[in-house]
């Protein structure tokens, strides 16, 4: 057995304290920011969001992480708020001094954030947010999801030509999601040989929607495009199955959530719904990310978790091949990335937007599954300018 002098292994401890300083100098870390509404009427959604990006971390640290240096999110709570968002931001890259950020949050709070990271020459990535000026804010802001009106423009393409059906009623969400995926389905409506027969619009608290259900039971569609968050189409499709509306319920990706399945119950048996991201994928990118979703949230995954997880995905890749946090060189590799992740393959357009398959999903013994897949080019051609 050795022995050693209080001298000795004064001596060895140093050592090893200086080893160890040598390794956390040689292994920097960067910072990403986060916002998500992690409290209010959409805290389920920023959840999701947030497990899907630290997610993507975790994973990106645990092979080799940037270069060598470890990722770091830096999350804060936004309400789904502009007037949270803007402080936000500013603290982020002023305070923390985060080298991108990322919105897991909404239309309006992301919109609101988009000029911040812009007037910084900071590069700020929408994981979900659908509004068409998001983009426009400058050519530092990009966005992995489908702006609105692409996805209107499917869901039309979706009854019209793809169900046959087309006597329609619009229900419409009254803020910038709703109004995007309303403007996009009128948009090519009637090349698809579509009739609408009644609108109406709800406001984003409400919850009772008796007036509707009649007016709509009146119009006797052939099918209803609503738009709406699963804690708003929930509570919308059970009213409607329980006043003897049966005709079929086509929404988006603001339904893509299990929790929209236990509020509807079983009233959320056929709903059908445009998303990026299919349940039923072969792609080993979106079966693996499915598996350790729910291996880490308990939960199924659902399109906000995925679309997290793709933006730190897309963060991660043009951090190793700038080769530094210089934002110019951070936002040109963002420009100019080309990846296959859950969502699809990711690449961008000259606005900052990005061009793939629209997945559809439909609710079968309570769960979502893959009903089809739209592939048009040109109908799902994002804005240029």
Do not use: C
Request: glycine residues 10%; charged residues 20%.
């Amino acid at each position: 057995m050795r022995h050693f002098t209080n001298k000795a292994l004064a001596a060895f401890s140093i050592a090893a304290v200086f080893a160890a300083s040598l390794v956390t100098a040689s292994a920097d870390t960067i910072k990403i920011g986060f916002n998500a509404p992690l409290t209010g009427f959409a805290a389920a959604d920023g959840a999701s969001a947030r497990h899907g990006a630290e997610l993507a971390v975790e994973q990106v640290n645990a092979s080799g992480g940037i270069n060598g240096d470890t990722l770091e999110l830096v999350v804060y709570d936004d309400q789904a708020s502009p007037t949270e968002s803007v402080p936000i931001s500013q603290k982020l890259i002023q305070n923390d001094g985060v080298v991108l950020g990322i919105s897991g949050s909404y239309s309006g709070a992301t919109r609101a954030a988009a000029g911040i990271y812009q007037e910084n020459s900071v590069p700020y990535i929408s994981a979900f947010a659908i509004h068409p000026d998001i983009t426009r804010a400058g050519d530092y802001v990009f966005r992995t999801s489908f702006v609105g009106e692409v996805q209107g423009r499917a869901g039309a393409k979706l009854i019209g030509e793809m169900m046959g059906l087309k006597r329609v009623v619009i229900v419409t969400l009254n803020n910038d999601f709703g109004k995007s995926l309303e403007a996009g389905f009128r948009e090519v409506a009637e090349q698809f040989g579509i009739e609408i027969v009644g609108q109406y619009e709800y406001g984003i608290r409400d919850r009772q929607f008796g007036p509707i259900v009649s007016s709509i039971k009146a119009d006797n569609p052939d099918a209803i495009y609503a738009s709406g968050y699963f804690f708003t189409a929930g509570p919308l499709v059970s009213q409607l199955r329980a006043g003897g509306v049966d005709a079929p319920v086509i929404g988006q990706e603001g339904y893509d959530s299990q929790k929209f399945i236990e509020i509807a119950g079983a009233a959320s048996e056929g709903v059908i719904i445009t998303t990026s991201l299919n349940r039923d994928s072969d792609a080993t990118e979106t079966r693996d990310f499915i598996a350790a979703f729910e291996a880490r949230a308990g939960y199924p995954a659902d399109m906000v978790a995925a679309s997290g997880h793709t933006a730190v995905m897309v963060a991660a890749t043009a951090l190793r091949s700038a080769g530094g946090s210089d934002g110019a060189a951070l936002r040109d590799a963002i420009a100019a990335t080309n990846l296959a992740v859950s969502t699809g393959t990711i690449s961008f357009n000259g606005l900052g937007e990005v061009q793939k398959d629209v997945q559809v999903q439909i609710v079968r013994d309570g769960n979502w599954h893959e009903h089809s897949v739209i592939s048009d080019a040109e109908l799902l051609a994002p804005p240029t300018e």
